[in-house]
């Protein structure tokens, strides 16, 4: 993609396993955003880290980030079969006259068996 | 506080035909998208609003979308003539002038169109 990538595409898992996915982007950004959707239904955000952190929590999801790298990874532990959805990393480019618009990634669809 | 609101949920339509799909907002959300999601693809975005005026719409294919946003309130996206190729969940989302720096943005359901 132009824009970026998103691994795996699809991931299954066990309930009480850890999920994790991960982001490349090609710009300089503000902040990175991870949006859960569950089938049929539009996204809902779940936490955003921005370009001068390293690492954010909340509750059972770890986000990291790597500028120098132009990566990101969304940890998400002792996961449950309520999580089961596509999640989708998004970034705000810096600079420019973008607005504050938001780029998405492909996502990764994650099945969580109980 | 009320969601995104969108309708109709589903739409199917012939090629060549016209659609409109409205956009609700959350109140008092200053900035309004409407975002093209292609089976298996992340969202694109197509227009962005700020209150009444396009502060994007590099992305629009303007021969045959159209979108308006009349009293920088509820929105509406056209397609005339659909094309085979836009069938695909179209998705609004609105954020507020105060979270813009962050620009969370809070999504609708989405319309799921199918052109045949």
């Known amino acids: 993609s132009q824009q970026g990538e998103e691994d795996p595409q699809a991931l299954s898992i066990q309930e009480g396993e850890n999920a994790t996915m991960n982001c490349s982007y090609k710009?300089?950004?503000?902040?990175l955003q991870w949006y859960r959707q569950n089938s049929g239904r539009g996204l809902v955000h779940l936490i955003l880290i921005r370009s001068n952190e390293r690492e954010k929590h909340s509750g059972r999801l770890r986000v990291t980030l790597d500028t120098s790298k132009k990566s990101s990874s969304l940890l998400i532990t002792a996961s449950r079969a309520a999580d089961t959805a596509s999640y989708f990393c998004?970034?705000?480019?810096?600079?420019?006259?973008?607005?504050?618009?938001?780029?998405f990634g492909q996502g990764t669809i994650l099945t969580v068996h109980p | 506080e009320a969601g995104v609101a969108q309708s109709p949920r589903y739409k199917i339509i012939e090629k060549r035909q016209s659609v409109a799909f409205w956009c609700n907002p959350i109140s008092g959300h200053a900035t309004l998208y409407w975002y093209q999601q292609i089976l298996g693809q992340g969202p694109k975005l197509l227009i962005q609003?700020?209150?009444?005026?396009?502060?994007?719409d590099s992305q629009l294919p303007k021969d045959r979308f159209s979108a308006e946003r009349l009293k920088g309130v509820d929105s509406t996206l056209k397609i005339q003539p659909a094309k085979l190729e836009d069938s695909a969940v179209y998705l609004c989302?609105?954020?507020?002038?105060?979270?813009?720096?962050?620009?969370?943005?809070?999504f609708g359901a989405g319309t799921r169109l199918s052109v045949l």
């Open positions: 609003f700020q209150n009444n005026g396009v502060v994007d």
């Open positions: 998004a970034w705000q480019r810096a600079g420019g006259t973008s607005y504050g618009k938001l780029t």
């Open positions: 989302a609105s954020s507020s002038v105060g979270q813009r720096a962050k620009n969370i943005q809070y």
């Open positions: 710009t300089s950004i503000n902040n």
